[in-house]
């Protein structure tokens, strides 16, 4: 048997096979390779565009598998990390979890996979994570796609931007448990427009209790690395968020691009085909 070094395949001819670095072709194949080894060679579909699909509050990379089955089969690379504390990661649920905590989650994934020109969707509560995100791996990425998400300036935190009241209501309601959280509920349901049986039964017990220190931990970053990035807010109309018009709004008069989307906050769950039709035609544009 010959000698094989670590990590190395072997094709069926005892040779082993080389592979291409991210970004570089390998060596091309024998004329008479593919018919001599035919399971050697399996087709790929050349990649389109790469997606991070980034959760809002209380949820997880779940709630995007829809969306990320419609995009990869399109042929588009789609990552659905889960943010620390949420979702399959509710284990690791603590006080300390902040925004810093899960701006360091996205930032490491893209520079672990070594991602390139990607297109960041931030999606509800993720919509805050923008500016750090950008200020540290603003390079790799293609563009921010804001999908019923809240803006944050610098310095600003998530309870600055919700209106009074609910920020008051959110406080009140983390002071009687423990002071530290935000627990989940399945009366979110009804502002975030899903309300079909099936549907509600599958989502209301995945939802995930939330850090209150995710909103109200300021976001710091220069905005300038932002700034110069592509910058798409899509807005959702049945039912609307009235705490979200703000946004829409601050993103049409700063010239940003603008989509609408004919459903709920949580799109990705109530009309996954729309919504993955939507990134698709964004970021092929």
Not at 188 to 207: C, K, M, N, S, T
Not at 224 to 239: F, I, T, W
Request: aromatic share 8%; glycine share 8%; net charge neutral.
């Amino acid at each position: 048997m010959p000698h094989c070094e670590a990590n190395v395949p072997f094709a069926p001819h005892g040779k082993p096979v080389v592979r291409a670095r991210r970004g570089q072709l390998g060596p091309p194949p024998s004329p008479n390779a593919r018919a001599q080894h035919p399971a050697v060679f399996i087709p790929r579909r050349q990649k389109m565009a790469t997606f991070v699909l980034v959760h809002g509050a209380m949820h997880g990379g779940w709630c995007w598998r829809e969306v990320r089955q419609r995009l990869q089969s399109l042929g588009h690379e789609v990552y659905t990390p889960t943010l620390t504390g949420q979702g399959c990661r509710r284990g690791s649920l603590n006080p300390g979890i902040g925004v810093s905590t899960h701006v360091s989650d996205i930032t490491e994934l893209l520079w672990f996979e070594d991602l390139e020109n990607v297109h960041v969707v931030l999606h509800s509560y993720a919509g805050v994570l923008a500016g750090p995100v950008a200020e540290r791996q603003g390079d790799r990425l293609a563009s921010v796609i804001f999908v019923g998400a809240f803006l944050t300036r610098p310095g600003e935190c998530l309870l600055d931007v919700e209106p009074p009241a609910v920020a008051e209501k959110y406080r009140r309601i983390a002071a009687q448990n423990g002071r530290w959280l935000l627990p989940a509920s399945a009366d979110f349901l009804d502002q975030w427009g899903i309300d079909d049986p099936g549907l509600r039964a599958r989502v209301a017990p995945r939802l995930t209790d939330f850090p209150l220190r995710c909103q109200t931990e300021p976001t710091l970053y220069d905005p300038s690395a932002l700034a110069a990035l592509r910058k798409v807010y899509v807005h959702h109309l049945n039912p609307a968020l009235p705490s979200l018009q703000r946004f829409y709004q601050a993103a049409v008069a700063a010239g940003w691009e603008t989509r609408q989307l004919a459903c709920g906050h949580d799109m990705m769950l109530v009309d996954p085909d729309a919504t993955a039709d939507l990134l698709h035609s964004t970021a092929t544009a």
